[in-house]
């Protein structure tokens, strides 16, 4: 079944979409009010859809001693309720598991999924061809390049060519976190004639302002983003991107400033220092601060900043006060709480 023409349209024009964190308690259990709570607040912050049981979503929520994946799914679209918002949902694992999870999502209302290929570490083009084909019959595919350091795998461009074309693929999360891997995927958009087809997202957390402004060869955009790093701090995400839109051929200064800040910014709360360990745990210690999250807990005990993260997101915080929401989010919080 395809995505329905508004939304196609809406993801095509670009929105911001929070990969959705998972809010636990100190024992480790899911914390329903405040996972309702982090998604009233995306809302309220005007972001256009929601990607849930993805990375930042921790992907352990899978393992049958948690049992999270429909549960946490579920509780997004029904807090979400009938918001026009584009949901949605991370598949992953070998075809017979990610075909099932794009059941589940089809029958949770969820739009499109964002297909992980990290389980097919060693499979030919061909092989994941057929893979993106079983679960295209199921669910719209958001294609995914995930980067290698955080457990996805190189794909190269003869992969993309192959996959831009399969029926039912409405959008690609560009996350490779390198400019070459970037390109052949813009250049087998462009080559298939699929421009108008495919929206593009980035998910490229150290370029997410340059990939935004950035006319690739071909005519290609990229419309909007699915970003951990937009999890946090979401009503200057969607303020940013708006503005970006109505900017002419001409950039300002400005905005390649605030593209080296977020930039910064980013490095903090991801943590590239320690190849990205930390950065689910930073994404959870900016919601801490704002109150949206109890704790940085994660399913995995061992799991938390590493050395002088810490430090640098306070770095952060202090030199860049205006990418911050926290007035925002204080102003509301009680209510997305309620």
Request: hydrophobic share 45%; proline share 6%; aromatic share 8%.
């Amino acid at each position: 079944m395809p995505l329905p023409p508004d939304i196609a349209a809406r993801l095509r024009q670009g929105v911001v979409i929070p990969a959705h964190p998972l809010a636990l308690t100190a024992e480790r259990r899911l914390d329903e009010r405040r996972q309702r709570a982090l998604t009233r607040y995306y809302l309220a912050a005007g972001a256009g859809g929601i990607a849930v049981g993805v990375h930042t979503t921790q992907f352990e929520i899978r393992d049958p001693k948690f049992g999270l994946y429909r549960p946490v799914l579920e509780l997004a679209a029904e807090t979400a309720g009938r918001a026009p918002l584009i949901r949605v949902a991370g598949i992953c694992g070998p075809t017979s598991q990610a075909v099932a999870e794009a059941s589940i999502a089809q029958d949770l209302g969820y739009h499109a999924g964002l297909l992980s290929l990290s389980a097919l570490r060693d499979a030919s083009v061909e092989q994941l061809i057929t893979h993106a084909r079983a679960v295209a019959e199921v669910i719209p595919l958001f294609g995914f390049y995930l980067q290698p350091a955080v457990g996805g795998r190189i794909l190269d461009s003869a992969f993309w060519r192959r996959f831009v074309e399969v029926d039912n693929v409405a959008a690609i999360k560009i996350a490779p976190f390198n400019r070459y891997q970037t390109l052949d995927v813009v250049r087998a958009v462009a080559a298939a004639g699929r421009v108008r087809d495919i929206a593009l997202y980035t998910g490229n957390d150290d370029s997410i302002v340059t990939d935004l402004l950035t006319t690739f060869p071909g005519g290609v955009r990229i419309a909007g983003g699915l970003l951990g790093h937009w999890a946090v701090w979401t009503r200057r995400a969607v303020e940013m991107l708006d503005q970006i839109h109505a900017l002419s051929p001409s950039v300002p200064q400005s905005i390649l400033t605030l593209a080296a800040e977020v930039t910064d910014a980013n490095g903090a709360l991801f943590d590239p220092e320690h190849n990205f360990a930390g950065s689910i745990a930073g994404i959870h210690e900016v919601l801490r601060r704002q109150g949206l999250l109890a704790g940085r807990w994660r399913l995995n005990p061992n799991e938390d900043l590493s050395p002088g993260q810490m430090e640098q997101i306070d770095r952060v915080c202090r030199a860049y006060p205006h990418l911050n929401d926290d007035e925002f989010v204080t102003a509301h919080l009680s209510e997305w709480l309620a």
